[in-house]
C-alpha cells in the first residue's frame, strides 16, 4: 500500500477538522467517562427517530425473533429471484392499506427508495424540482435521474412557480419532490397548496413522509393521511425505520408505480431483499401504530412535545436549537454528552453552513422529568 494513499486521505481530513466539520462515530455511553452521571446513568438519547418507541416494544421484538427462527437471518437473494418472500409481500400489502393505496413496495432502506425511485419516473427529457432542504437521498436520486434538475427556496411556494413557469413547457415530464416533515428543521410543507400548484402545471409529485409516519394522521399513516391527499400525490416515500422502529423503506402507490419499480428501480432489483427479521418486526410495529396502542402512544408523545414547545403541541417531534457556527455546535453537543445528554451536533454538508444546530428529536417515551433536565442544560448553554 502506498503512503501517498494514506497521506491524500490525510490530509482531506485535515481539512474537514479546520472547518469544525470532522464527524466521527459516537462513543457508547459511559466510554471515557462520557454519557455517564455519576459513572452510571446511560444517555438521554434525543436524536432517534424511533418515535414512539416501537423498536424495543416486546411484540415487535417477538415478531423480529420468530420471523428470525422461520425465516431466517438474510433473505438470501433479490427480491426478483425469491420464491417465498411472503412476509416481505404481506408487509407491502399491509403498508398499502395503510397509506390507502393499491401497492407498496419495499426497499433495503429508505434512502435506496428514494434514491432508486426517482430515475425510473424522470430522465434527461425531464424537469424535477427540489426543495432546497431536501434529504440527501432525494438529492443523489434526483442527480442520477439526468434530468434537469432545479431547486426552490425552502417551503416557497412561489420560487417553485417560478421554476414551474420557466422550465415545465421544454420538459417531457416534470416532478416536484420534497418532504412533509423536514427531517433537520421538522417544520411541515404547506402541502395542501403544493399540490394545487403541481396540478396547475401539471407535474407530478413525489413526497417523503419518513419523519410524519407515526406522528400525523388519524392512523399515524402522515401528513398526507391528515390532509387527505392520497388520491392527489402520485409517489409516497416512506420508511420502516423510523416510527416502525425496525429497517428499510417502501414506496406506495399506484399498480403501475410498483410494477414498474420492480423492473427499473436498480436498488430494488441489484439488492437483497429485506431480511425477514426486520420484515417481521416492521410488520408488528405497524399493527401496533395503527391500533389502540400507537393512538396512546402518539398522545403520550404530543404531550411531550407540547412540554418542551411552550404549548404547541400540533407541531413536529423535531426542534433545531441553531447554534450557527460549526464549532460552537459541536461545543454545546460535547457538553451536554458530559452531562448524560446526547444531542447530536448537525453540520454542513447535512444543512447549510452557518446553520449549525442542535438537533433535538422527542419521543414518546421521554418522561417530563427529562424534558425539564434538557431544558435546564439548554438554558445553562445559551
Ligand atoms: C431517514 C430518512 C430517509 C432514509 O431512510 P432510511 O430508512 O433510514 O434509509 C429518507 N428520507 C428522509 C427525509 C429521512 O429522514
Not at 70 to 78: D, I, N, P, V, W
Not at 121 to 134: I, M, T
Request: aromatic share 6%; hydrophobic share 40%.
Amino acid at each position: 500500500m502506498s503512503r501517498e494513499f494514506r497521506t491524500a486521505l490525510g490530509r482531506e481530513l485535515e481539512e474537514l477538522a479546520e472547518a469544525g466539520l470532522l464527524r466521527s462515530l459516537p462513543q457508547p455511553a459511559g466510554a471515557g467517562g462520557e454519557g455517564t452521571v455519576e459513572g452510571k446513568t446511560p444517555w438521554l438519547n434525543f436524536a432517534s427517530s424511533d418515535y414512539l418507541g416501537l423498536s424495543h416494544h416486546p411484540e415487535v421484538i417477538e415478531a423480529g425473533c420468530r420471523a428470525f427462527r422461520e425465516r431466517g437471518a438474510g433473505a438470501g437473494a433479490s427480491r426478483l429471484l425469491c420464491p417465498d418472500a411472503d412476509l416481505q409481500r404481506d408487509l407491502e400489502a399491509r403498508l398499502a392499506s395503510w397509506k390507502r393505496r393499491e401497492a407498496a413496495l419495499v426497499f433495503p432502506s429508505g434512502y435506496a427508495a428514494a434514491a432508486g425511485t426517482i430515475p425510473v419516473l424522470v430522465g434527461a427529457e425531464d424537469l424535477v424540482v427540489l426543495d432546497r432542504l431536501s434529504h440527501a437521498s432525494l438529492i443523489d436520486g434526483a442527480r442520477a435521474s439526468k434530468a434537469t434538475l432545479r431547486v426552490f427556496p425552502h417551503n416557497d411556494l412561489h420560487g417553485l412557480e417560478e421554476i414551474l413557469r420557466r422550465y415545465r413547457p421544454r420538459s417531457r415530464r416534470a416532478l416536484v419532490v420534497t418532504e412533509s416533515v423536514f427531517s433537520m428543521d421538522g417544520d411541515i410543507t404547506p402541502l395542501q397548496e403544493l399540490v394545487a400548484l403541481k396540478e396547475r402545471y401539471e407535474a407530478w409529485c413525489l413526497v417523503d413522509e419518513a419523519h410524519a409516519e407515526g406522528v400525523f394522521g388519524r392512523t399515524g399513516a402522515g401528513i398526507i393521511e391528515a390532509l387527505g391527499l392520497e388520491g392527489r400525490i402520485e409517489v409516497e416515500l416512506g420508511t420502516l425505520s423510523k416510527a416502525l422502529g425496525s429497517g428499510g423503506g417502501f414506496v406506495a402507490g399506484d399498480r403501475e408505480l410498483i410494477d414498474l419499480l420492480i423492473n427499473r428501480a436498480r436498488p430494488f432489483v441489484y439488492s437483497t431483499a429485506l431480511p425477514p427479521p426486520s420484515a417481521g418486526a416492521a410488520k408488528a410495529a405497524l399493527a401496533l401504530l395503527t391500533s389502540g396502542e400507537g393512538t396512546r402512544r402518539r398522545e403520550r408523545l404530543r404531550e411531550i412535545i407540547a412540554l418542551f414547545g411552550g404549548g404547541q403541541s400540533e407541531r413536529s417531534p423535531i426542534f433545531p436549537v441553531i447554534c450557527g457556527e460549526e464549532r460552537r455546535a459541536t461545543a454545546v453537543a460535547a457538553r451536554l454528552r458530559k452531562r448524560g445528554i446526547f444531542a447530536p451536533a448537525i453540520r454542513f454538508p447535512t444543512v447549510p453552513k452557518g446553520a449549525a444546530r442542535l438537533r433535538i428529536s422527542l419521543c414518546s417515551f421521554h418522561t417530563p422529568e427529562e424534558i425539564r433536565l434538557l431544558q435546564a442544560e439548554l438554558e445553562r448553554e445559551e
